[in-house]
């Protein structure tokens, strides 16, 4: 720490006892909004959930889970996983991503910072390439930020510019793809008229091309680099709109699904592919599905598919993507630093912990619960378990996922009572709500339900303690709302699917016959948010939270 006198030691809690098996369960998408019909936790069988909001109405609430809660830079701005994770786990809020980026950019410091001096060592002879999700969403990306970047490489001596976009249609509506082309086209003719060599290069739907994550399909990325370096995909266009709105003609095509497909000049060739001595930045700032195409574009050594050709290329992220792997290595603006999470703490003062997660949700409940990074704190006191997630398939296929699994591995960890703290993600509510599967979404939220329900019922016979969070909304809202609150239909009649997170609260219960008679709910807490969740849980295994920890959101009246 640095800090002369630091100590991890935990003070006491004056009334809560030690020693109580604790599991700790976030629900991915689970948040909580009017009941109707396309609220699908509402429609599902979910009488675990039920049970613990009206059986004992003063160990339920809402927390906050979007926007300046989770360290996102407005009200507007959706929550999600990695920094929904981040709080609940380091108990304070951080700066992230997006509002990183945002101040970055604002101040100018982006274009003095290390990883712009490396990219911009390529501006005299090379051409600065930008891959990145193209749409307002704000989730992995923003379209604003797109274009100061473009306009501040320009100002800072960027001659020749190659976009490779990605279509989107999960965070923002599908269909939208064409406006946002439209409208980044309409820039790079500005930059154009300025002597600018800008325009758009290659394409594809994040889902399909280049934005996989947790090494579910190499494919995906593959198909991007066939695009974006070699300059070689099924589809050829002269220019992105026509591209983008010719493709979608295909009724099973969306924007998410798009194919690869590469601009070309008249004599056929591709007018972008990346190639020796260029530079390349990925303008995400959300890491995720930007960690496999880094290490395309980084590593040496790299046996995930056929590169064919390696340019040798100045590459840097919008961010560092992953702290641990240091991947990459450049970057254009720097992490926030979340030190002494609560992970760390409880294990320095004697907390056994086991976290459980499928593939897709699991690096959400240590990598992200333990401040962007890997491992364990000490081997000997935690052990992490990661279940393969189906793959080859979308979720709404399999919408149980692998719930049942993850919720056994739970309860056979609380009954060994090795452990102090259980902690699992259950992914179905999240996974299966991005497909816009409403029917699926439906057995989604019955089948984590269910796997509540085993968790809760070991917490019971070890005489623990639960806590069921979650760390966004998702399922409860499958349609797009007009601004009075009413769903909105497309042109043919048909509602349109919403696919992406809330801006709703989400539910924290606590219960369990290991809970201290008189343990209830401040009433002076009323915008608590998921980072008073980690100074709760310390006061549960029977510790006083640090001083500068978001306060706990429970108090214990002497009966």
Same mark, same amino acid.
């Given at each position: 720490?640095?800090?002369? *006198?630091?100590?991890?030691? +935990?003070?006491?809690?004056?009334? =809560?006892? $030690? %020693?109580?098996?604790?599991?700790?369960?976030?629900?991915?998408?689970?948040?909580?909004?009017?009941?109707?019909?396309?609220?699908?936790?509402?429609?599902?069988?979910?009488?675990?959930?039920?049970?613990?909001?009206?059986?004992?109405?003063?160990?339920?609430?809402?927390?906050?889970?979007?926007?300046k809660a989770v360290g996102l830079p407005t009200e507007d701005d959706m929550g999600n996983s990695e920094v929904g994770h981040n709080a609940l786990g380091a108990g304070?809020?951080?700066?992230?991503?997006?509002?990183?980026?945002?101040?970055?950019?604002?101040?100018?410091?982006?274009?003095?910072?290390?990883?712009?001096?490396?990219?911009?060592?390529?501006?005299?002879?090379?051409?600065?390439?930008?891959?990145?999700?193209?749409?307002?969403? *704000?989730?992995?990306?923003? +379209?604003?930020?797109?274009?100061? =970047?473009? $306009? %501040?490489?320009?100002?800072?001596?960027?001659?020749?510019?190659?976009?490779?976009?990605?279509?989107?249609?999960?965070?923002?509506?599908?269909?939208?793809?064409?406006?946002?082309?439209?409208?980044?086209?309409n820039d790079l003719s500005n930059l154009r008229a300025k002597g600018v060599d800008a325009q758009i290069a290659s394409g594809g739907g994040r889902m399909y091309v280049t934005m996989d994550r947790y090494e579910n399909d190499w494919s995906v990325v593959k198909r991007g680099w066939d695009a974006q370096v070699l300059g070689e995909a099924p589809y050829k266009f002269r220019n992105a709109v026509e591209a983008v709105k010719k493709l979608r003609e295909d009724p099973k095509t969306s924007d998410q699904y798009l194919p690869p497909f590469v601009i070309v000049d008249e004599?056929?060739?591709?007018?972008?592919?990346?190639?020796?001595?260029?530079?390349?930045?990925?303008?995400?700032?959300?890491a995720d599905r930007m960690v496999m195409v880094a290490k395309a574009l980084e590593y040496e050594d790299f046996d995930k598919f056929d590169r064919v050709r390696v340019p040798k290329i100045h590459y840097a992220g919008m961010l560092q993507y992953d702290g641990e792997l240091?991947?990459?290595?450049?970057?254009?603006?720097?992490?926030?630093?979340?030190?002494?999470?609560?992970?760390?703490?409880?294990?320095?003062?004697?907390?056994?912990?086991?976290?459980?997660?499928?593939?897709?949700?699991?690096?959400?409940?240590?990598?992200?619960?333990?401040?962007?990074?890997?491992?364990?704190?000490?081997?000997?006191?935690?052990?992490?378990?990661?279940?393969?997630?189906?793959?080859?398939?979308?979720?709404?296929?399999?919408?149980?996922m692998k719930a049942l699994e993850i919720a056994e591995k739970a309860r056979d960890a609380i009954l060994s009572r090795k452990f102090d703290q259980v902690r699992v993600n259950l992914p179905n509510g999240d996974m299966v709500g991005h497909t816009g599967d409403i029917d699926a979404t439906v057995v989604a939220c019955k089948a984590a339900d269910e796997a509540v329900k085993i968790i809760l019922d070991a917490i019971e016979q070890v005489g623990g303690i639960y806590v069921v969070t979650a760390d966004h909304g998702n399922a409860e809202d499958m349609v797009k709302r007009s601004k009075s609150g009413q769903p909105m239909l497309d042109k043919k009649g048909n509602i349109q699917v919403l696919t992406s997170h809330t801006l709703q609260p989400v539910?924290?219960?606590?219960?369990?016959?290991?809970?201290?008679?008189?343990?209830?709910?401040?009433k002076d807490v009323p915008d608590g948010g998921l980072a008073n969740v980690a100074a709760t849980v310390m006061n549960l295994h029977g510790f006083v939270a640090p001083s500068d920890y978001e306060p706990t959101l429970i108090e214990v009246v002497d009966n």
């Open positions: 720490m640095g800090t002369s *006198g630091f100590s991890w030691k +935990l003070e006491d809690h004056p009334k =809560l006892p $030690k %020693g109580k098996t604790i599991a700790l369960v976030v629900l991915d998408g689970w948040g909580e909004a009017n009941p109707d019909k396309y609220n699908c936790i509402h429609v599902a069988e979910t009488p675990t959930m039920d049970s613990l909001k009206t059986g004992a109405p003063d160990k339920w609430r809402l927390v906050r889970a979007h926007g304070r809020i951080y700066a992230q991503g997006a509002k990183l980026v945002d101040s970055a950019l604002a101040s100018g410091k982006i274009y003095e910072g290390e990883g712009f001096k490396y990219i911009k060592e390529c501006f005299d002879n090379g051409t600065l390439h930008l891959i990145g999700l193209l749409s307002d969403g *704000g989730v992995h990306s923003r +379209l604003d930020q797109l274009q100061l =970047l473009l $306009k %501040g490489a320009s100002e800072n001596g960027a001659k020749r510019i190659r976009l490779h976009i990605l279509t989107d249609g999960r965070d923002v509506l599908d269909g939208s793809s064409v406006g946002f082309v439209e409208t980044i086209e004599s056929g060739n591709a007018v972008g592919p990346i190639v020796d001595g260029d530079a390349v930045v990925t303008i995400n700032f959300r240091k991947l990459p290595s450049k970057y254009l603006v720097s992490p926030p630093e979340i030190d002494r999470t609560s992970g760390e703490y409880l294990v320095h003062n004697g907390v056994r912990t086991f976290a459980c997660s499928e593939t897709v949700k699991f690096g959400h409940v240590t990598f992200f619960w333990n401040g962007n990074r890997s491992g364990y704190f000490d081997a000997s006191m935690e052990e992490y378990v990661e279940i393969p997630s189906d793959s080859g398939i979308t979720f709404n296929v399999q919408p149980k539910p924290i219960a606590i219960g369990g016959p290991g809970l201290a008679p008189g343990v209830r709910y401040r």
